[in-house]
């Protein structure tokens, strides 16, 4: 059963860092492609960040330069390196798994929430002016 928890989401003001984790267990990790996502109340579920199984990443413009997706599968981990954060950014945040190719015929794309099957509880990221 595939699980995946989110952590070090927190309280920051604009300008400061946060790096979010994500515990992944029961699945071969590395043979799933990964993504960040976010949401806040009333508004769709958006991708942040994605990245693939050969590790090649994809971002929106909305946090391109501030965000940076990485993962160690020695330690089945997905990172969100968020720099630079701006009061939008305050959102739930979510990690997300499955395999590529479903993601790909469901979703269009690593940042399309549509695509993926596995999700985790998310972590709450508030950024104060």
């Known amino acids: 059963q595939v699980q995946l928890v989110e952590s070090g989401g927190g309280s920051v003001q604009a300008g400061g860092s946060l790096r979010l984790s994500c515990a992944a267990s029961?699945?071969?990790?590395?043979?799933?492609?990964m993504g960040w996502f976010r949401q806040v109340p009333g508004k769709e579920r958006e991708g942040v960040a994605g990245?693939?199984?050969?590790?090649?990443?994809s971002y929106p413009d909305s946090v391109k330069g501030r965000f940076a997706v990485s993962k160690d599968n020695a330690k089945n981990t997905l990172y969100l390196q968020m720099n630079s954060l701006k009061p939008e950014d305050t959102a739930m945040y979510y990690c997300?798994?499955?395999?590529?190719?479903?993601?790909?015929?469901?979703?269009?794309?690593?940042?399309?929430?549509?695509?993926?099957?596995?999700w985790g509880q998310g972590t709450q990221v508030t950024v104060s002016s």
């Open positions: 997300a798994a499955d395999w590529r190719t479903r993601i790909i015929a469901n979703g269009g794309s690593l940042l399309s929430p549509g695509g993926y099957r596995y």
């Open positions: 029961g699945y071969i990790y590395s043979a799933y492609s």
């Open positions: 990245i693939d199984i050969d590790g090649s990443t």
